[in-house]
């Protein structure tokens, strides 16, 4: 079973950067495909965006592309999620996830792995 840890969370201020990074208790994470996901109070869980478990495939909420970037380095089993004009309504709780399957998933439901998630606040 793989464990999976956030870290990287905090305040930003509106325009700012943040790079979160996921580390995954696995030392074969390169046999899982990974995601990133969010909560924003009030709101169901979001995809954010998702890479094949060897790194040559992304994709991403439409509202974020061109703002945020997931990469994966297997070599250490962490995924990170670089993001970039961060936005108050950027302000959620974000969570990395993993699944045992092949190719790029955007439902939380194929996700078979869960970190806890970390908090990300967007100040204006």
């Known amino acids: 079973q793989v464990q999976l840890a956030e870290s990287g969370g905090g305040l930003v201020q509106a325009g700012g950067s943040m790079r979160l990074s996921c580390a995954a208790s696995?030392?074969?994470?390169?046999?899982?495909?990974a995601g990133w996901f969010r909560q924003a109070p009030g709101k169901e869980r979001e995809f954010v965006a998702s890479?094949?478990?060897?790194?040559?495939?992304?994709h991403y909420a439409d509202s974020l592309k061109g703002r945020f970037t997931i990469s994966r380095d297997n070599a250490k089993n962490t995924v990170d999620l670089q993001m970039n004009t961060l936005k108050p309504e950027d302000t959620a709780v974000y969570y990395c996830?993993?699944?045992?399957?092949?190719?790029?998933?955007?439902?939380?439901?194929?996700?078979?792995?869960w970190g806890r998630g970390t908090q990300v606040t967007v100040s204006s």
């Open positions: 996830a993993a699944h045992k399957g092949y190719g790029l998933r955007a439902r939380s439901d194929l996700y078979d792995y």
């Open positions: 696995e030392h074969t994470f390169s046999g899982y495909g």
């Open positions: 890479i094949t478990r060897t790194g040559s495939s992304t």
